[in-house]
DNA sequence: AATCGTTCCTGATAGC
DNA sequence: TGCTATCAGGAACGAT
């Protein structure tokens, strides 16, 4: 599913792709509109807000994908299914004749943009100001700000009484980790997912910051992660082609020490780890 | 205030 | 073969 990866893989293509691009036209599903948890605003006033825009720069906050336009921006969030596909002039774009598109954006010089979204997790908004959005006001430091340092991370685990793979999924300790990599970085640091926060140690912080960039860094340069259930593709089709270490894997061979790979249930959601590698919690 | 459980949705897969 | 049940996940929300 699209995490920081993904998305800052989709940001990159479509920089190179569309910053400059005006949108000509805009079409959005009725299914879509409908969906209450969507909270779009209408197809007027959505309309109102995009036609005639100029997209001038992309840039990406957590999981959320910035489109700065020359008045107000536009914002996805891919969900967990989402994607977001650059057609070319050639292609014929008849709205209903793809299954699960619920947007379509039609630039000035006859390209698309298509948002498509089969589990409709995905976001969609138009705004004027970003902090419209209460998870970006509430959103922690990018991984590779230079505010992130093992420190303020370990300030704030201090207080925390959940388990460290819970805090790596809120998004307010820290931006853009999912299910995938909060794993892979737990695996890459040596840390049970089942540790109490308050219970790591400094040595302990300092590895995971440091597993949680070169987890990304290394994905990103993979652009992303392709699996069967997570059907990720860039904005151009393709899927990633990172490999997860853990996470998927439970039943194989531990990448470093040979050991069966186990998966375990927090919270609903599944986790994976090395049982000699990452030491159980007494 | 922090945390937990539930909700939204569809496609893939397992089981009968 | 064809049906039904289960599972997967991010963020918001209500309850505790």
Same mark, same amino acid.
């Given at each position: 599913m699209p995490e920081l990866p993904e998305v800052e893989t989709v940001r990159r293509d479509l920089?190179?792709?569309?910053?400059?691009?005006?949108?000509?036209?805009?079409?959005?599903?009725?299914?879509?509109?409908?969906?209450?948890?969507?909270?779009? #605003?209408?197809?007027?006033?959505?309309?109102?807000? =995009?036609?005639?825009?100029? &997209?001038?720069?992309?840039?990406?906050?957590?999981k959320y994908l910035i489109f700065r336009l020359d008045s107000g921006s536009l914002i996805f969030h891919l969900g967990m299914s989402g994607q977001l596909l650059v057609s070319p002039k050639s292609e014929i774009r008849n709205p209903k004749s793809e299954k699960h598109r619920h947007a379509l954006f039609i630039f000035a010089d006859g390209? /698309?943009?298509?948002? =498509?979204? #089969?589990?409709?997790?995905?976001e969609l908004h138009a705004v004027s100001d970003l902090l419209e959005l209460s998870a970006l006001r509430s959103m922690g430091p990018e991984p590779f700000d230079e505010t992130f340092t093992w420190?303020?991370?370990?300030?704030?685990?201090?207080?925390?009484?959940?388990?460290?793979?819970?805090?790596?999924?809120?998004?307010?300790?820290?931006?853009?980790?999912?299910?995938?990599?909060?794993?892979?970085?737990?695996?890459?640091?040596? &840390?049970h997912p089942e540790r109490r926060c308050a219970t790591l140690t400094n040595d302990e912080v300092r590895r995971l910051r440091r597993a949680v960039r070169a987890v990304l860094r290394r994905a990103i340069a993979s652009r992303g992660t392709t699996l069967t259930d997570s059907r990720y593709r860039d904005a151009f089709g393709n899927a990633g082609g990172h490999r997860?270490? =853990?996470?998927?894997?439970?039943?194989? #061979?531990? =990448?470093?020490?040979? /050991?069966?790979?186990?998966?375990?249930?927090?919270?609903?959601?599944?986790?994976?780890?090395?049982?000699?590698?990452? #030491?159980?919690?007494?």
């Open positions: 920089e190179k792709a569309i910053v400059g691009a005006t949108i000509a036209d805009v079409w959005v599903s009725p299914r879509w509109a409908s969906l209450a948890h969507t909270k779009f #605003p209408g197809h007027r006033a959505f309309r109102q807000r =995009v036609v005639g825009r100029r &997209i001038e720069r992309l840039e990406r906050r957590g390209r /698309a943009l298509r948002f =498509v979204d #089969p589990r409709t997790f995905g420190r303020r991370l370990a300030d704030v685990l201090r207080k925390k009484r959940v388990k460290i793979k819970a805090a790596l999924l809120d998004q307010r300790v820290m931006a853009g980790m999912g299910n995938i990599y909060a794993d892979e970085a737990l695996f890459e640091s040596g &840390i997860p270490k =853990v996470y998927g894997r439970a039943g194989e #061979p531990c =990448v470093r020490c040979g /050991a069966t790979i186990e998966r375990g249930v927090m919270g609903g959601r599944s986790f994976h780890y090395c049982p000699k590698c990452q #030491p159980r919690p007494t």
